[in-house]
């Protein structure tokens, strides 16, 4: 059986907190704001195994509501989530992901990104693959306050 999932999230850019993608603390002059640590990405990918696997979203599984989850770490988050799809039999076939942001270009953290994705999931960096976009200084993306990730995944059991 193979099962498709798709996740997104969107978190606002602040002064004085990092921006980090996939685990990647990336430099910048803003960074997510979250009750989580804020990375976009990893919160994006959650929801999609969820997705594919029909084990509910990122919100039910860490509630914001909880203070236990405050200024928690989203590679630990997004392990547990993964741990639990993967206790239901799933495996990874491959991870497509598109992060929109106006600035920084990450082109250059794409591959360390890759690599700690790879790493927190235990597959091979070759079945991720991460694209960064702008927002073409249209709308909230383009204006710089807010960065955006899409993700979408295939498993296999
Ligand atoms: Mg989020």
């Not at 804020?38 to 999609?48: E, N, Q, R, S, T």
């Not at 509501?65 to 630990?76: E, G, I």
């Amino acid at each position: 059986m193979i099962r498709v999932g798709l996740g997104r999230d969107v978190h606002r850019l602040v002064e004085g907190r990092r921006f980090l993608l996939g685990g990647v603390a990336i430099p910048s002059d803003k960074g997510e704001m979250g009750h989580s640590d804020g990375d976009v990405l990893a919160h994006a990918v959650i929801d999609a195994f969820l997705g594919a696997a029909g084990l509910g979203d990122i919100g039910e599984l860490f509630p914001p509501s909880d203070p236990k989850w405050r200024d928690a770490d989203s590679m630990k988050l997004l392990k547990a989530a993964w741990d639990t799809v993967r206790d239901a039999g799933w495996r990874l076939s491959n991870l497509d992901c598109v992060v929109s942001a106006e600035k920084p270009k990450l082109l250059p953290y794409r591959g360390d990104i890759r690599v700690s994705l790879a790493q927190a999931l235990g597959v091979p960096p070759g079945a991720i693959f991460v694209k960064g976009k702008t927002g073409e200084g249209l709308g909230s993306i383009g204006e710089g306050l807010a960065v955006e990730a899409l993700a979408v995944c295939l498993l296999e059991r």
